[in-house]
């Protein structure tokens, strides 16, 4: 089906395969296989199907849920080579890529055109990855997730057949959205191949503000406050002092360690974001800002970006011989002080090492504590703060994961969420893979 150098059975292969950034481990599969085309994809799938397989596709690696680790053993389909960018067509604002291309390689050479891909979850993920877990990050408020730039996708199914879903005009009523049933499927339904992604102008002008406030509760406060304001930012994040001393440490930065956000505005002039900076500076102090700082250079603004994005890796080396456990749950807007609230307490009542913050600006609250996963008591304290954490969420109209897909660890909490409706998404999983055998033991519980 490919050549001799494209498939391995080798010990190491097969062991790097198990395991992604996540505490969770997978079965040691069977082997490992890179297709290059589409083509080879269906002969694959075909073939395992017919011979009872269960396939699990790879992307980069980096999902913090599980979600590309074999559960059953099989074949692990490992999609990194598969990474050529096919066309780019500026005046159409679109890009036709494989899905093994990098996330930051697209954006390099989209930025020739004046173009990018705004999702941004932090870590270089392939757009299979993205497009499998629709993965959004810093700059969603503005500009969206995976979801809102997957226009078509050509898909191999369970049992080889290919299919083309969507389309290239920047509109369509017709028929049933199947392009967002696999967006954020997790490889359960199939393996896309092919996708074209709506690209935007990259900005002219950016203006990075850091935002310090007394207390944690008045930062989210803001929050609020700044989103109905119709400012509009592009980023804003919220950043407890605990996480800003550890990034001062590692990064040598200088910011204030205390209850900070940190938010960025995007414009065609200096002078319109200067506007929206001295109404959020405004906006802020009524809220109990105790300081407000804009007007980073262009270096130091990439700096304070970079930290953000590293937090996790920071969090990680600032707890060694630790896994993390995330949490990752979403609010509406006007429910986000709460929870801020109602997670710093609980991981303040336990003792636990954890950090609260997350992309304020759309509701979304991570929380990443550490701890030893053979410890069972201590690990099981992580778990229930996790579990407390995304019951109050939903209970307040979120859902216990707003961008690192559901993969092996929030599984148990797909019938909460969902109710009645986790069974219609059962059945359209059994009804478009049968033998379940595509990603199986993600989503669903087994």
Not at 102 to 131: S, W
Not at 330 to 346: D, H, K
Request: aromatic share 6%; net charge negative.
């Amino acid at each position: 089906m490919v050549d001799s150098d494209r498939f391995s059975t080798g010990q190491s292969n097969r062991e790097l395969h198990q395991h992604d950034i996540s505490p969770h481990r997978g079965t040691l599969p069977a082997g490992i296989i890179w297709p290059v085309t589409t083509a080879e994809v269906a002969r694959i799938l075909s073939w395992t199907y017919a011979n009872d397989i269960p396939v699990t596709p790879w992307g980069a690696g980096t999902s913090t849920e599980g979600n590309p680790l074999p559960t059953r053993g099989g074949l692990v389909l490992d999609m990194t080579r598969m990474n050529k960018i096919l066309d780019i067509r500026p005046r159409d604002l679109q890009v036709d890529v494989q899905p093994g291309v990098l996330r930051k390689e697209l954006n390099r050479q989209t930025g020739r055109h004046g173009l990018f891909f705004p999702p941004d979850p932090g870590a270089d993920a392939t757009i299979g990855g993205m497009i499998a877990n629709n993965a959004s990050g810093v700059q969603t408020i503005k500009y969206g997730a995976t979801k809102d730039y997957v226009m078509k996708l050509t898909v191999v199914l369970p049992q080889g057949n290919v299919i083309e879903t969507g389309g290239k005009a920047h509109k369509s009523s017709s028929g049933y959205d199947l392009t967002r049933l696999f967006v954020g499927s997790e490889g359960t339904l199939g393996v896309a191949t092919e996708a074209t992604l709506k690209l935007t102008g990259i900005p002219s002008h950016h203006l990075a503000t850091t935002i310090t406030f007394a207390e944690l509760e008045d930062a989210s406060k803001a929050v609020a406050v700044l989103m109905g304001s119709g400012l509009e930012p592009a980023a804003l994040e919220l950043l407890p002092p605990v996480l800003i001393n550890l990034m001062n440490r590692e990064k040598k930065l200088d910011l204030p360690e205390v209850p900070s956000l940190f938010c960025e505005f995007h414009g065609v002039s200096q002078k319109t974001l200067q506007e929206k900076a001295d109404l959020a500076r405004e906006l802020c102090e009524e809220c109990g800002a105790t300081g407000f700082k804009f007007g980073f250079a262009e270096k130091d603004r990439r700096e304070l970006w970079r930290a953000r994005h590293d937090a996790w890796e920071t969090i990680h080396r600032a707890h060694p011989k630790k896994e993390t456990l995330i949490v990752d749950v979403a609010v509406p807007i006007s429910t986000y002080p709460q929870m801020i609230g109602f997670s710093q307490n609980l991981v303040d009542e336990h003792q636990a090492a954890g950090y609260v913050f997350g992309h304020a600006g759309d509701g979304n609250l991570h929380v990443v504590m550490a701890g030893d996963p053979n410890d069972k008591k201590e690990w099981s304290t992580l778990e229930k703060i996790n579990e407390l954490i995304v019951e109050e969420a939903v209970k307040v109209g979120g859902t216990c994961t707003g961008e690192h897909g559901i993969g092996i660890g929030k599984r148990k909490f797909m019938q909460l969420e969902h109710g009645e409706s986790y069974h219609l998404m059962q059945e359209i999983k059994n009804l478009i893979d049968p033998k379940g055998l595509m990603n199986p033991g993600k989503i669903f519980l087994e």
